[in-house]
Structures are given as C-alpha cells and as structure tokens.
C-alpha cells in the first residue's frame, strides 16, 4: 500500500518562499514518477511538477517556471517542492502523487496514489 503524506503548507506572503514534502512509504523513490498537483478553490485541480523516476526529468507547469523546484531525496524517500517567489495566485491545496509512468506526467489520470493535501496561502 503506498501511503504519500504532505508536510510544509502554511502562510507565507507574497515574494516569500515554502518548501513542501511528500514523505513516501510503500515504495522506493526511485521506482516511479513522482508530482505535485494543486488546487485553488472554486477551481479544478492543476499539475505543478513533476520529476521522472530516474529524477532526469522534470517538468513544470509555465506558470511556476523558474519559481518553483521539485527534486527528492532517494536515501529517505521523500521529494519536495521549493517554492518561491510565490504570489497569491499560488494559494491552493497541494498534493502530492505518485505515477508508475517513467517519465514526468502532467496528466492527473497517469497518477495512481495521491496524498491528503497541505494548504499553502499567500498574501498580498
């Protein structure tokens, strides 16, 4: 059974940084694909990151480009999203999944275990 828990949502204003953890357990990093999804409210789930299962590949949403990392960490299980430069258009539910694809999918269909979700807000 793969369980994902996020850690690392909060308050944070605007120009301001958050690092988000997805601690994994039922299976190894490196065995699958691994991303990090959003959802603001009133609106539909949004992909973020993601980063293949060798951890060559990421890919990103073009509104988080050049603000946002995701990597992980093989040795403890767990992968991350940096973020900074956040804006309030970054307030959402984020969640963390994991794919059995190989490569870096930005489809919510190819992710088959999701987390419960951390809360991130920003402020203008």
């Known amino acids: 059974q793969v369980q994902l828990v996020e850690s690392g949502g909060g308050m944070a204003q605007a120009g301001g940084s958050l690092r988000l953890a997805c601690a994994v357990s039922?299976?190894?990093?490196?065995?699958?694909?691994w991303g990090w999804f959003r959802q603001a409210p009133g609106k539909e789930r949004e992909f973020v990151a993601a980063?293949?299962?060798?951890?060559?590949?990421?890919n990103y949403t073009d509104s988080v480009k050049g603000r946002f990392t995701i990597s992980r960490d093989n040795a403890n299980d767990q992968f991350y999203l940096q973020m900074h430069g956040l804006t309030p258009e970054d307030t959402a539910w984020y969640f963390c999944?994991?794919?059995?694809?190989?490569?870096?999918?930005?489809?919510?269909?190819?992710?088959?275990?999701w987390g419960q979700g951390t809360q991130v807000t920003v402020s203008s």
């Open positions: 999944a994991c794919s059995p694809r190989g490569i870096a999918p930005n489809y919510g269909l190819y992710y088959s275990y």
């Open positions: 039922g299976r190894t990093i490196s065995s699958n694909a």
């Open positions: 980063i293949s299962r060798d951890g060559t590949i990421t």
